[in-house]
C-alpha cells in the first residue's frame, strides 16, 4: 500500500465488516484494475457482478455525465424521465408491466417480501405471509433478507429473525411440494444460486416451483441480483428456463456500477404495494437510472449477450481441462460468465497467491472458486488465468 500516513490512517475510521486484501484501489477501465503503486490487476469479479460492461465503460459515463449535469436528485413525490425510460427498457424486455426502484440488491428483495405479504394479505388473508425459500441461498444483509438466505452464518447473532421464512433443498422438488401450503405468500430462489456455489437450479425443478406457486395463489419470485443482466448470455437468466416468475430483483450490473435495485411485477400483483406501502429517498436515481438506460441498450442492441455465451464456453472449456489435469478439482459448473471451480479441499492461499499474479476472483472458504468476468473480457485473458491456476497447482507439489 503506497498511501501517505494520514490517507493509511483514514483506514482506521471504517468499520472493520470486510475481510479486505492489501489492496488500494485507484481507477479501472474495462477488465483492469490499478492499485496505488500502479500494479494492474486482470478483474475477474467485475466488483462481483457489478461492472459487467466493464469498468468505466465510456458510454455509460458519457450518459452519466450527461446527466449529472441536468439533475442529481429529486424526490419521487415527482416523476423523472430516466427513472420511467429505465422501468419501460426493462419491462419491454421481460414479462413485466411496473417496476419499483431502490438502490440495493438486499432492498430489491425487501420490496419484494413486503409485496409478497401484502399480496398474501390482501388475495388469501393474514394469514398467507410465509415465504418458502431454498437451503444455500443468498439474498442480502438486511434482516428480512438473511432470513430469506438459507446459510445460518449470516443469522448468527442477530436473533430474533422475522417469523415467516422456511428453507428447502435446492432441486427437491418433493420437499417444496411439502413445504407450500395455505400460509405461503411466495417461493423465493436464485434460477442459479451464485454466492451459495454457482448451483444451478434444475428446470424442472423450476417448473414444479412455478405450478406449486399457479396452484396455491403464491407468488414466484426469482432473485436475479446476480445472474440477470446479462451475466448467463441472456438478458434475464429465467429466459434460458421454461420458467416465467411472478416477480424479479433486479441490482448488482443494473447500472454498472451505480447503485440502483429494481423489482419488477405484473401490474395485477404491484398494484398491492399502493401509495404510502413502500418508498426509498434515492431509489430511481436519475444518474443511476441514465447509466441504467444504456446498459439495457447495450445489452439488447449490440450482440454482447452472444459474446457472453461464446466466451462463457471458451472459460467453460479451459476450466474443464484444468479439472482433468488436477485431482483436486471436483467439479466445474456455471452458465455464461458465471463460473465455479469447487475444489476438494481447502486451499486458503489461493485467492492471494492470484492477486500477486494480478488476478481479482472470488474465494469462498479456500475451496469455491467463482469467477465473474467482465463481458469484455477476451480469451487470452482467461488463458492468462488459467496459466496461474496451473502454477499455483505445480508449486503445490
Ligand atoms: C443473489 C443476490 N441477492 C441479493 C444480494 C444482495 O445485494 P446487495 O449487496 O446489493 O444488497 C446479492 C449480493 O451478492 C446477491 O448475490
Known amino acids: 500500500m503506497n498511501q501517505a500516513p494520514n490517507t493509511r490512517k483514514a483506514f482506521e475510521y471504517l468499520a472493520e465488516t470486510y475481510a479486505r486484501f492489501p489492496v488500494v484501489v485507484e481507477k479501472a477501465q474495462g477488465v483492469y484494475v490499478w492499485d496505488d503503486n500502479?500494479?494492474?490487476?486482470?478483474?475477474?469479479?467485475?466488483?462481483?457482478?457489478?461492472?459487467?460492461l466493464g469498468h468505466c465503460n465510456p458510454s455509460i459515463v458519457e450518459a452519466v455525465?450527461?446527466?449529472?449535469d441536468k439533475l442529481f436528485h429529486?424526490?419521487?413525490?415527482?416523476?423523472?424521465?430516466?427513472?420511467?425510460?429505465?422501468?419501460?427498457?426493462?419491462?419491454?424486455?421481460?414479462?413485466?408491466?411496473?417496476v419499483f426502484f431502490c438502490n440495493s440488491g438486499a432492498e430489491a428483495v425487501e420490496a419484494a417480501i413486503k409485496l409478497a405479504r401484502k399480496f398474501g394479505h390482501e388475495t388469501r388473508g393474514p394469514d398467507c405471509y410465509?415465504?418458502?425459500?431454498?437451503?444455500?441461498?443468498?439474498?442480502?444483509?438486511?434482516?428480512?433478507?438473511?432470513?430469506?438466505?438459507?446459510?445460518?452464518?449470516?443469522?448468527?447473532?442477530?436473533?430474533?429473525?422475522?417469523?415467516?421464512?422456511?428453507?428447502?433443498?435446492?432441486?427437491?422438488?418433493?420437499?417444496?411440494?411439502?413445504?407450500?401450503g395455505r400460509r405461503t405468500a411466495?417461493?423465493?430462489?436464485?434460477?442459479?444460486?451464485?454466492?451459495?456455489?454457482?448451483?444451478?437450479?434444475e428446470n424442472g425443478f423450476l417448473k414444479t416451483a412455478r405450478q406449486?406457486?399457479?396452484?396455491t395463489g403464491a407468488l414466484l419470485i426469482f432473485d436475479e441480483i446476480q445472474v440477470g443482466m446479462g451475466r448467463t448470455g441472456s438478458l434475464f437468466a429465467y429466459q434460458q428456463t421454461d420458467v416465467e416468475p411472478d416477480v424479479i430483483c433486479l441490482a448488482k450490473a443494473l447500472a454498472n456500477g451505480l447503485p440502483v435495485g429494481a423489482m419488477v411485477a405484473k401490474k395485477q400483483v404491484?398494484?398491492?404495494?399502493?401509495?404510502?406501502?413502500?418508498?426509498?429517498?434515492?431509489?430511481?436515481?436519475?444518474?443511476?437510472?441514465?447509466?441504467?438506460?444504456?446498459?439495457?441498450?447495450t445489452l439488447t442492441d449490440t450482440d454482447i449477450l452472444e459474446r457472453v455465451k461464446k466466451i462463457g464456453t471458451y472459460l467453460t472449456n479451459r476450466l474443464q481441462e484444468l479439472a482433468k489435469d488436477w485431482p483436486d478439482i471436483l467439479e466445474t459448473r456455471g452458465r455464461g460468465l458465471i463460473q465455479a471451480v469447487e475444489?476438494?479441499?481447502?486451499?486458503?492461499?489461493?485467492?492471494?497467491?492470484?492477486?500477486?499474479?494480478?488476478?481479482?476472483?472470488?474465494?469462498?472458504?479456500?475451496?469455491?472458486?467463482?469467477?465473474l468476468p467482465p463481458f469484455v473480457i477476451e480469451n487470452e485473458h482467461i488463458d492468462q488465468l488459467v496459466a496461474a491456476l496451473y502454477d499455483f497447482k505445480r508449486q503445490l507439489s
Request: aromatic share 8%.
Open 74 to 98: 429529486i424526490s419521487n413525490l415527482y416523476w423523472t424521465v430516466p427513472q420511467a425510460e429505465l422501468a419501460r427498457l426493462i419491462c419491454e424486455n421481460s414479462f413485466g408491466e411496473q
Open 343 to 371: 475444489f476438494r479441499r481447502p486451499f486458503p492461499e489461493l485467492a492471494s497467491y492470484l492477486l500477486e499474479r494480478g488476478f481479482l476472483v472470488l474465494v469462498a472458504h479456500g475451496r469455491l472458486l467463482r469467477l
Open 38 to 52: 500502479g500494479k494492474r490487476y486482470t478483474d475477474f469479479t467485475s466488483g462481483i457482478a457489478v461492472c459487467s
Open 270 to 297: 404491484m398494484r398491492h404495494l399502493g401509495p404510502g406501502t413502500h418508498a426509498s429517498t434515492f431509489g430511481g436515481n436519475p444518474i443511476a437510472c441514465a447509466a441504467g438506460i444504456e446498459v439495457i441498450k
Open 186 to 201: 411466495a417461493i423465493l430462489m436464485e434460477p442459479i444460486l451464485g454466492e451459495g456455489g454457482v448451483r444451478i437450479l
Open 65 to 68: 455525465k450527461r446527466q449529472a
Open 212 to 215: 406449486i406457486a399457479r396452484d
Open 130 to 180: 410465509e415465504i418458502v425459500c431454498l437451503e444455500g441461498s443468498f439474498h442480502g444483509r438486511t434482516l428480512a433478507a438473511i432470513t430469506a438466505t438459507g446459510q445460518p452464518v449470516y443469522q448468527r447473532g442477530f436473533e430474533p429473525l422475522p417469523d415467516g421464512f422456511t428453507h428447502v433443498p435446492p432441486n427437491n422438488s418433493r420437499a417444496l411440494e411439502l413445504a407450500v
